[in-house]
């Protein structure tokens, strides 16, 4: 299926990434907090976690209570088999490459879902789990839509 092109432009020009490792579930809140996210999109193939509030379950709770939206997006996320082995900054570019040429081209439906969340009229975060932007898929998701569809935004790490 191809990808729709939304002409519709939201006023809002950054699109934001945010990875959990090393946060505690209050500090990953409050950073999308003084933000102003709106929107959460998480972007990991499992949204399972054995840190306290990240499964997918609690997180949604938590930006529900917080009136942040919650959107598991699983077809963007990497599968753990893909995962394996990253040991140094050659893997990773490799595992990415991969991600951004031949996996992404074939997600058109849910990219198409992805863009509509973020041209409305509101902050919207893609998340994972990856402290380092630069070793994590989201950071490459946000490229690709940036090079593809969203020329004019930002793309801002929280």
């Not at 907090?33 to 609690?58: C, T, W």
Request: neutral net charge; hydrophobic residues 40%; glycine residues 4%.
């Amino acid at each position: 299926m191809p990808y729709a092109f939304f002409m519709c432009k939201s006023s809002q020009e950054i699109l934001y990434t945010i990875g959990y490792e090393g946060l505690s579930i209050e500090a990953y809140i409050n950073r999308l907090i003084e933000a102003d996210i709106e929107a959460l999109i998480d972007v990991r193939r499992n949204a399972k976690s054995r840190k306290y509030g990240f499964s997918k379950k609690a997180l949604a709770g938590f930006t529900s209570d917080l009136k942040i939206e919650y959107f598991h997006m699983p077809e963007l996320g990497i599968a753990s088999i893909h995962r394996q082995k990253l040991y140094d900054q050659e893997d990773y570019d490799n595992l990415f490459e991969m991600y951004r040429f031949k996996w992404l081209s074939d997600q058109s439906v849910a990219i198409n879902e992805l863009l509509a969340i973020i041209r409305r009229p509101s902050k919207v975060a893609l998340a994972c789990y990856e402290a380092n932007p630069m070793k994590c898929h989201r950071t490459h998701l946000a490229n690709f839509l940036k090079g593809m569809f969203l020329e004019d935004y930002e793309i801002k790490h929280l």
